[in-house]
């Protein structure tokens, strides 16, 4: 008895199928089609061997040979596809616009994210540790009247007191003189009229915001600048009320080695005034150059309300007291990050901006 022509057919499909697998190109799909499918295949040699078989043994092995061919077609089939998509992909790749001459395709830059500035950051700091201390936060205009800017704060026109401003000067009409705010300290005169109007007393404010001076920028001067404005009225306010709470302020926000201590000034609104200096951040406290070696830096101005002010907004003396201080949000920024030039918090320099990020 001879064996039947398709005693190996489970393993010659095997082998066509991994074949079928391992072509990695359609150019090679198509090439190697009529040797897997076609007349010369391995498959129709075998449909003709079948002649030589008896009737019942044809029609078996017919049957048995089908299936296979099915199988191998159906493997080719999933495989042209396959190679006909991956195809697509290459060519719509290389279809794809090259704008070489109008960027620089070569060179792709990383996308730098922008991110609030020093000054920016330095405010949300400061407003925090006052938050903390039980203040709320407040916001007044930027351009003001002469009222608000000095006259309310018991600096009448002419008063020698206007000089320590360098006015930028917005309107010098009639009935009105408008001005670009020299400080924050006129948003004082606001809060306290709306408490006023409110009925609303006590007040435990902090007020940031953007301040003008004629003045030409050096090293530690800004001709646009911020500060910060605290004003407390309530009953029973002292000046001990102030020191604890520049202290506190002091320590929160340049640390616990940093210290506070007031020296007597003059301000027209406050009385008694006092200045404020911390100890010098650079060589905290030893004496260097920057604090011309006394081992302070003057960071602010501060006092108990002038009565003049009280009453300029309608606010009992006999009943309310209260304190204000105002002091420069970037000279914060610069003694907190030794900056030797204050300038470089306006200058926008990328390199600055990335390294304060
Ligand atoms: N407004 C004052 C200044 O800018 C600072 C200050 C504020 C002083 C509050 C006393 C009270 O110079």
Not at 98 to 106: C, E, M
Not at 220 to 228: A, R, V
Not at 275 to 293: K, M, Q, Y
Request: net charge negative; proline share 5%; hydrophobic share 40%.
């Amino acid at each position: 008895m001879t064996s039947s022509p398709l005693a190996r057919l489970g393993e010659q499909t095997t082998d066509l199928l991994s074949t079928i697998g391992s072509l990695a190109t359609l150019d090679a799909l198509i090439e190697a089609e009529p040797s897997l499918t076609g007349k010369r295949s391995l498959l129709s040699t075998l449909q003709k061997s079948l002649g030589s078989l008896e009737p019942d043994d044809r029609r078996a092995a017919g049957a048995q040979l089908q299936a296979a061919r099915r199988v191998v077609e159906e493997a080719l089939s999933a495989r042209r596809s396959e190679l006909e998509r991956a195809a697509r992909v290459l060519q719509l790749e290389s279809d794809r616009l090259d704008l070489g001459d109008v960027v620089d395709s070569a060179v792709v830059h990383a996308l730098s994210v922008g991110h609030p500035g020093l000054i920016a950051t330095t405010q949300s700091q400061l407003e925090d540790v006052f938050v903390g201390m039980g203040f709320t936060v407040a916001d007044g205009p930027e351009v003001e009247s002469d009222w608000y800017n000095f006259e309310a704060l018991n600096i009448p026109p002419a008063h020698p007191a206007r000089g320590m401003w360098d006015t930028f000067y917005v309107d010098l009409g009639e009935p009105e003189t408008v001005v670009l705010r020299t400080h924050t300290s006129p948003t004082q005169i606001h809060l306290m009229e709306e408490a006023v109007a409110r009925n609303s007393l006590p007040i435990h404010s902090v007020m940031p915001g953007r301040c003008y001076r004629r003045d030409t920028p050096d090293a530690s001067h800004l001709y646009s600048f911020h500060q910060i404005e605290g004003l407390v009225v309530d009953r029973g306010i002292t000046f001990a009320d102030l020191a604890g709470v520049i202290e506190t302020f002091t320590r929160a926000y340049f640390g616990s080695d940093i210290t506070s201590r007031l020296r007597p000034a003059y301000f027209p609104f406050t009385e008694p005034s006092a200045e404020f200096e911390v100890t010098c951040t650079l060589c905290r406290g030893g004496g260097c150059r920057t604090c011309s070696f006394t081992g302070w830096l003057e960071l602010g101005g501060s006092g108990m309300l002038d009565p003049a002010v009280l009453e300029a907004v309608g606010i009992d003396g006999e009943e309310w007291s209260g304190f204000a201080f105002g002091f420069g949000i970037d000279r914060c920024a610069q003694m907190r990050h030794q900056l030797t030039d204050m300038r470089a918090l306006i200058e926008n320099d990328t390199r600055f901006l990335e390294q304060m990020s």
